[in-house]
Structure formats: structure tokens, C-alpha cells
């Protein structure tokens, strides 16, 4: 039964994982998010491949109310348009 199921996941045409590094901007990450309509990022460490978090858009929004200041969230937000 095992083998059935593991020869049915190889014919299956997979995409790669959508992933950004630790170096990724959130602007670049946000644009990823919406681009390919998912709604969780991992952040994959580049050398070891090892998982360190997973963004979301939970995260980011929290991230901008606690630590931008509103003029800053106004050039997010605009640059953000720019994108989508």
C-alpha cells in the first residue's frame, strides 16, 4: 500500500518550495504572500536548510503596528500597492 501511495506522489507534478531566507526583505516577502496567494512563509536557513519560522500575515501586520511608525506604514502601504 506504501509503495502505491509513493508512486502516485512521483507522478504528481510538484512545485518547488516557496521559501525566503532570513535576508529577505519583508516588502519581498510580502509580495511573495500575495503573488502566489498563500498565507504562510517559511524562513529557511540558507547553509543549513533548517526551518527558523514561519511568516505570516499575522506577523507582518503585528510587526507594522508595533514597530513602524504611521508615516513609515504610509510608504509600506504605498510601496505595497506598487506590487499587487
Do not use: W
Not at 533548517?50 to 499575522?58: A, D, P, R, Y
Not at 510587526?63 to 510601496?79: D, G, N, P
Amino acid at each position: 500500500m506504501l509503495n502505491v501511495f509513493a508512486d502516485l506522489l512521483m507522478d504528481i507534478d510538484t512545485q518547488p518550495l516557496l521559501s525566503v531566507s532570513p535576508d529577505t526583505t519583508m516588502l519581498e516577502a510580502v509580495r511573495k504572500l500575495c503573488l502566489h496567494h498563500v498565507h504562510r512563509l517559511p524562513v529557511v536557513d540558507p547553509a543549513s536548510g533548517n526551518l527558523l519560522c514561519m511568516l505570516t500575515h499575522k506577523r507582518l501586520l503585528n510587526y507594522l503596528y508595533t514597530f513602524v511608525s504611521v508615516s513609515q506604514r504610509r510608504y509600506c502601504l504605498h510601496a505595497f500597492r506598487r506590487f499587487t
